[in-house]
């Protein structure tokens, strides 16, 4: 099992920053990719970036240029760096670790993130 604890949320101005935080425990061994992921009222769940064990990063074409997605292997942690936060950024945002050797993922709790003036 993986267990994935977030941080970081909050209310923040357009145009604002946050970083948020997602440390894993558990069986992080086998982790082969991590990323965030977030869901807007009424919407799907949706990706915004990810990061594998060898430091490939995909982001979502809506936050290229303004999201900063990486990884520190020593502290089991991924972070979401955000600037120029805009009022469409407005989500839960969720951490996502995939074992794929073993075709299992594992979600955190979610944090809220909420962009408003």
């Known amino acids: 099992q993986v267990q994935l604890v977030e941080s970081g949320g909050g209310l923040v101005q357009p145009g604002g920053s946050l970083r948020l935080s997602c440390a894993a425990s558990?069986?992080?061994?086998?982790?082969?990719?991590m990323g965030w992921y977030r869901q807007a009222p009424g919407k799907q769940r949706e990706l915004v970036a990810t990061i594998t064990s060898s430091g490939s990063i995909n982001y979502v074409d809506s936050v290229k240029g303004r999201f900063t997605i990486a990884r520190d292997n020593a502290k089991n942690t991924v972070y979401l760096q955000m600037n120029s936060l805009k009022p469409e950024d407005t989500a839960v945002y969720y951490c996502r670790a995939d074992r794929s050797a073993y075709h299992l993922r594992y979600w955190g709790q979610g944090t809220q993130v909420t962009v408003s003036s």
């Open positions: 558990g069986r992080i061994s086998s982790i082969n990719v």
